[in-house]
């Protein structure tokens, strides 16, 4: 792992549950196919440094079709059909902030802003959600979002969904900004996800705090 987080994350390597871990990933790549690629399972920490973090979403588990994931939570690959969560953050990002929506799903332009952008289980089996959860890779994200929340600088942390909203427990609310709701797939995005206008409040904290706002236009 070649970004700053390396020194932040160090600790986690030399742990047994990160040994396990590995060997489990690595058995799954060598047995059947596994999202998204090996390359691709740090993207997120690749592409946000610790240093330039100003927002972090939060997601479960990568998708599991073809080509979807790419390490990135929500996002897909240029080329590759949103998907329905994605088409309504979409269009939330429409009402909210007045954004187009784009012609693509890769979300890169924000994690290239200081959005991380990261799911709480990295890796996936091929047509099966959920097939890697509980083998630790959530023991690794805690530590992410623990050591987000030890910046001294504001972060803002966007829960969707009841699984993300438990992560509180990890943020430091005194310092930090949570913004909270539904999850944006079809089955509850009406139930409080649409109009909760996430982008704006998210650049409100960042702007009351000092920092940057986020472009959250992803373009074309």
Known sequence: MTTDWNPVLRG???????????????AERAATTVFPGADQEFAALHQTSYADLRVLILGQDPYHGPGQAHGLCFSVQRGVKPPPSLENIFKELGTDVGCARPAHGNLESWARQGVLLLNAVLTVRAHSAGSHANKGWETFTDRIIAAASDKP??????????????????????RHTIIESAHPSPLSARNGFFGSRPFSRANEALVAAGREPIDWCVGE
């Open 12 to 26: 986690e390597f030399d742990k047994p549950y990160w040994a396990e871990l590995r060997q489990f990933v690595a």
């Open 153 to 174: 600088e504001r972060v803002v942390f966007i829960l969707w969904g009841a699984y993300a909203r438990k992560k509180k427990a990890l943020i430091d609310t005194g």
